[in-house]
């Protein structure tokens, strides 16, 4: 038995299923009992310890939803950048606990892809509690490098031999243009538009075809002859 005309149009013209934005992955969150994210944004240069100390408070429950984010997350990594629409960029790491507890601060390091070369685009050092960092302003089209390494605490006067620090790890991102994606959403609206419209044109058909044409083709079988 075949489906309508009607009813084919619309499952044609039904929006896709939105898909729902995943929650936070456990141990992506912040420790409870951190309530404040320190971090300094080192200058330009070979000296490491300028920069203001300032505070920021963690992203908990922060959910990457297309078409507002973009999740770029490498297999296997405890690293993850979420591209939003405003061109800022909220980067969350994970760490056990084990490795955690071995931890003084952690050192990103931001550099885009030119034609011919990298440039640095940010230097933090960020404490030990810290699990996210919001990267404000980057540019459309450009190929952006993010790199983070934990850094071990200090040996102190009866360690025999300073702890080597971990290897760091990076995620790569490419921020989509704005125009771009107020393009897509217009093509989205104009579609869905479209579709509504044709729905009630067919609509219109079959009540015109069900209440006006046929009585008047069933008119010459009712006539009566002498």
Same mark, same amino acid.
């Given at each position: 038995?075949?489906a309508?005309?009607?009813?084919? #149009?619309?499952?044609?013209? !039904?929006p896709?299923?939105?898909?729902?934005?995943?929650?936070?992955?456990? &141990?992506?969150?912040?420790?409870p %009992?951190?309530?404040w994210? /320190?971090?300094?944004?080192?200058?330009? &240069? /070979? $000296?490491?310890?300028?920069?203001?100390?300032?505070? *920021?408070?963690?992203?908990?429950?922060?959910?990457c939803?297309? /078409?507002?984010?973009?999740?770029?997350?490498?297999a296997?990594?405890?690293?993850?950048? =979420?591209?939003?629409?405003?061109?800022?960029?909220?980067l969350?790491w994970?760490?056990?606990?084990?490795?955690? *507890?071995?931890v003084?601060?952690?050192?990103?390091?931001?550099s885009?892809?030119?034609a011919?070369?990298?440039?640095p +685009?940010?230097?933090?050092? #960020?404490?030990? =509690?810290?699990?996210?960092?919001?990267?404000? %302003?980057?540019?459309?089209?450009v190929?952006?490098?993010?790199?983070?390494?934990?850094?071990?605490?200090?040996?102190g006067?009866?360690?025999?031999?300073?702890?080597?620090? $971990?290897?760091? $790890?990076?995620?790569?991102?490419?921020?989509?243009p704005? &125009?771009?994606?107020?393009?897509?959403?217009?093509?989205? !609206?104009?579609g869905? =538009?479209? +579709?509504?419209?044709?729905?009630v044109? +067919?609509?219109?058909?079959?009540?015109?075809? $069900?209440?006006?044409?046929?009585?008047a #083709?069933?008119r010459?079988?009712?006539?009566?002859?002498?």
């Amino acid at each position: 038995m075949r489906a309508p005309p009607l009813l084919l #149009l619309l499952a044609a013209c !039904a929006p896709p299923p939105c898909a729902a934005a995943a929650p936070t992955p456990p &141990g992506w969150e912040p420790a409870p %009992d951190a309530p404040w994210c /320190p971090y300094k944004v080192l200058p330009e &240069g /070979p $000296e490491a310890g300028g920069g203001r100390l300032c505070f *920021r408070s963690p992203a908990r429950g922060f959910r990457c939803q297309a /078409p507002a984010c973009a999740l770029h997350a490498p297999a296997g990594s405890s690293l993850r950048a =979420s591209v939003l629409r405003n061109r800022s960029v909220l980067l969350q790491w994970r760490l056990a606990p084990a490795a955690a *507890r071995r931890v003084r601060a952690f050192a990103l390091n931001c550099s885009w892809r030119g034609a011919y070369t990298r440039f640095p +685009c940010e230097r933090v050092l #960020l404490g030990a =509690s810290c699990r996210d960092y919001l990267l404000p %302003d980057v540019h459309d089209g450009v190929l952006y490098r993010l790199c983070l390494q934990p850094l071990p605490l200090r040996a102190g006067p009866a360690a025999t031999a300073p702890e080597s620090p $971990e290897p760091g $790890e990076c995620v790569e991102f490419t921020a989509e243009p704005a &125009g771009m994606q107020d393009i897509v959403v217009a093509m989205t !609206a104009v579609g869905g =538009s479209i +579709c509504v419209m044709l729905v009630v044109i +067919c609509l219109l058909v079959a009540y015109i075809t $069900e209440n006006l044409m046929r009585p008047a #083709l069933a008119r010459p079988g009712l006539r009566r002859h002498p």
